[in-house]
């Protein structure tokens, strides 16, 4: 056997591969784990996220100092976020304004802050709490072999990691996913999306402060424009694909889904897929056809800062399909969008942190074995694959796509996620890691 150079490999330094190592080190001493990401660096980029209570839940259970830190850094959705059809009349609130009622209940019944938080600032809070070199950039894994004692990884340029096990937190693409399930790409959910993120400007039409929030309504189209803390603000645009084609822009998932298995970032998020000034083109033409109220801010924003990506999913029913078989193989599991890719409905990250609050939960509990593994992957699938049914549900209503695809009603949903209780870690690394969260530098990037 070689010698074994990591207790637990990571692909993916996302949110949920940061997540999990910090976990790890929360749940054992001295355990060995590395993350591999196959950026060079992180960059500013990635929409605002929405922190719900279930994710926050997730990460107190993980450490409740570093959720205290993050709960002082997301932001409160202000009253009055008003939605506009393509006339620029009145379509009533946006669905933000749900998010504060719920806030505002979630604070009074648990005293958890939730709310928004950009994907940047989430990776720089998770990145800052790790052990200094426990993340290897520039390492895009290419491909593994597993047996009975081990796993070895392979990264082109990079000499081979013999690690115990291997958690996959490598997007939504995931080339890990592949070589252990082989169940093929997500699948399309004919919807195409551009996004933006950029510093507040005053000719946007959105008053300045964190939490402002503008919808867009059009026919099986909608945006959304948000400001965060820091005087950024995030606009986000989702439109069906028969919508994109009537404005002659043609989206070839079955292209993009190969080409990004094949190569590069299978990150939704710090996407390279489409950026710049094609990407700006085409979503100028599609605004025009169908959110024309959103002209002069998309040809106001700098080409470069715009994103365009098709949305993917594993549907809810596909995901509990899984119960018996799980979806990892041996020393490797999933977690995250590699396991279950959703509608950016707002549930995505936060199950990505329940992944990790329970894997962890199960390893401590279970030893870093094989049946851990297994028994994590029983535990979450009837869970996520339930949240996933209904965040399908949610994404398609918002378009007008479905009325009858309600699944359980928004009140037996919001019970559903926050009575939900992750068992918090015992920590045996006592709060080594968190002096580097008090002071959320971020100088070494
Ligand atoms: C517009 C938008 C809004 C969203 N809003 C919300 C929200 O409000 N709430 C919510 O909960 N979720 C939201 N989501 C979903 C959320 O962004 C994802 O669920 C979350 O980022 C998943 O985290 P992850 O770490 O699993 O994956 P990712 O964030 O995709 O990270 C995967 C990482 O793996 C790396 N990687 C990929 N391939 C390799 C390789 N071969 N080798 C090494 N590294 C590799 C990538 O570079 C990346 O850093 C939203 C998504 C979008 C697009």
Same mark, same amino acid.
């Given at each position: 056997?070689?010698?074994?150079?990591?207790?637990?490999?990571?692909?993916?330094?996302?949110?949920?591969?940061?997540?999990?190592?910090?976990?790890?080190? @929360?749940?054992?001493?001295?355990?060995?784990?590395?993350?591999?990401?196959?950026?060079?660096?992180?960059?500013?980029?990635?929409?605002?996220?929405?922190?719900?209570?279930?994710?926050?839940?997730?990460?107190? +259970?993980?450490?409740?100092?570093?959720?205290?830190?993050?709960?002082?850094?997301?932001?409160? !959705?202000?009253?009055?976020?008003?939605?506009?059809?393509?006339?620029?009349?009145?379509?009533? @609130?946006?669905?933000?304004?749900?998010?504060?009622?719920?806030?505002?209940?979630?604070?009074?019944?648990?005293?958890?802050?939730?709310?928004?938080?950009?994907?940047?600032?989430?990776?720089?809070?998770?990145?800052? +709490?790790?052990?200094?070199?426990?993340?290897?950039?520039?390492? =895009?894994?290419?491909?593994?072999?597993?047996?009975?004692?081990?796993?070895?990884?392979?990264?082109?340029?990079?000499?081979?990691?013999?690690?115990?096990?291997? &958690?996959?937190?490598?997007?939504?693409?995931?080339? !890990?996913?592949?070589?252990?399930?082989?169940?093929?790409?997500?699948?399309? =959910?004919?919807?195409?999306?551009?996004?933006?993120?950029?510093?507040?400007? *005053?000719?946007?039409?959105?008053?300045?402060?964190?939490?402002?929030?503008?919808?867009?309504?059009?026919?099986?189209?909608?945006?959304?424009?948000?400001?965060?803390?820091?005087?950024?603000?995030?606009?986000?645009?989702?439109?069906? $694909?028969?919508?994109?084609?009537?404005?002659?822009? *043609?989206?070839?998932? $079955?292209?993009?889904?190969?080409?990004?298995?094949?190569?590069?970032?299978?990150?939704?998020?710090?996407?390279?897929?489409?950026?710049?000034?094609?990407?700006? *083109?085409?979503?100028?033409?599609?605004?025009?056809?169908?959110?024309?109220?959103?002209?002069? !801010?998309?040809?106001?924003?700098?080409?470069?800062? &715009?994103?365009?990506?098709?949305?993917?999913?594993?549907?809810?029913?596909?995901?509990?399909?899984?119960?018996?078989?799980?979806?990892?193989?041996?020393?490797?599991?999933?977690?995250?969008?590699?396991?279950?890719?959703?509608?950016?409905?707002?549930?995505?990250?936060?199950?990505?942190?329940?992944?990790?609050?329970?894997? $962890?939960?199960?390893?401590?509990?279970?030893?870093?074995?094989?049946?851990?593994?297994?028994?994590? *992957?029983?535990?979450? &699938?009837?869970?996520?694959?339930?949240?996933?049914?209904?965040?399908?549900?949610?994404?398609? #209503?918002?378009?007008?796509?479905?009325?009858?695809?309600?699944?359980?009603?928004?009140?037996?949903?919001?019970?559903?996620?926050? #009575?939900?209780?992750?068992?918090?870690?015992?920590?045996?690394?006592?709060?080594?890691?968190?002096?580097?969260?008090?002071?959320?530098?971020?100088?070494?990037?």
């Amino acid at each position: 056997m070689p010698d074994l150079q990591l207790d637990v490999a990571i692909v993916g330094g996302g949110p949920a591969g940061l997540a999990c190592a910090y976990a790890l080190t @929360r749940a054992f001493k001295d355990i060995k784990v590395q993350v591999f990401e196959r950026a060079k660096s992180y960059r500013e980029c990635g929409a605002g996220i929405s922190l719900d209570i279930n994710g926050l839940k997730s990460l107190q +259970a993980i450490d409740p100092i570093l959720c205290e830190d993050f709960q002082r850094s997301v932001c409160t !959705i202000q009253a009055g976020g008003r939605m506009t059809d393509k006339q620029g009349n009145d379509q009533g @609130r946006t669905q933000a304004q749900g998010m504060r009622t719920n806030a505002q209940r979630y604070m009074d019944d648990y005293g958890i802050k939730t709310g928004l938080i950009g994907w940047y600032e989430i990776i720089q809070k998770l990145y800052s +709490a790790l052990p200094d070199g426990t993340v290897q950039f520039d390492h =895009a894994f290419s491909s593994f072999s597993q047996d009975a004692d081990s796993v070895c990884l392979q990264f082109p340029n990079h000499p081979d990691v013999h690690t115990r096990f291997l &958690i996959a937190a490598d997007g939504y693409f995931s080339p !890990i996913r592949q070589e252990v399930l082989a169940d093929g790409p997500p699948q399309f =959910a004919e919807t195409v999306m551009w996004r933006a993120r950029f510093p507040w400007r *005053e000719d946007l039409g959105m008053p300045q402060g964190p939490g402002q929030v503008r919808g867009f309504r059009g026919e099986q189209a909608m945006g959304l424009m948000y400001s965060m803390p820091d005087d950024v603000v995030v606009w986000a645009l989702s439109v069906q $694909a028969e919508r994109c084609s009537e404005a002659g822009v *043609e989206y070839d998932a $079955a292209e993009q889904s190969k080409s990004r298995s094949r190569r590069e970032s299978s990150s939704v998020q710090n996407t390279s897929e489409g950026q710049g000034r094609h990407a700006a *083109e085409r979503c100028m033409q599609v605004v025009r056809h169908c959110l024309p109220q959103l002209e002069s !801010i998309v040809q106001g924003t700098d080409a470069s800062a &715009i994103v365009e990506h098709g949305l993917f999913i594993r549907p809810g029913e596909a995901v509990a399909a899984q119960q018996e078989s799980g979806w990892g193989k041996g020393r490797v599991t999933l977690i995250g969008d590699a396991a279950h890719p959703m509608r950016p409905t707002g549930q995505g990250l936060n199950t990505s942190f329940e992944d990790v609050a329970v894997l $962890a939960s199960h390893l401590q509990d279970g030893g870093l074995t094989e049946q851990s593994l297994r028994s994590f *992957e029983k535990e979450r &699938i009837p869970r996520v694959s339930a949240i996933a049914i209904q965040e399908q549900a949610r994404g398609l #209503t918002s378009y007008g796509l479905s009325e009858a695809a309600k699944v359980m009603s928004d009140s037996e949903y919001e019970q559903f996620k926050s #009575t939900w209780q992750p068992r918090p870690l015992r920590p045996q690394q006592a709060l080594a890691a968190v002096p580097a969260v008090a002071s959320a530098g971020f100088q070494d990037l």
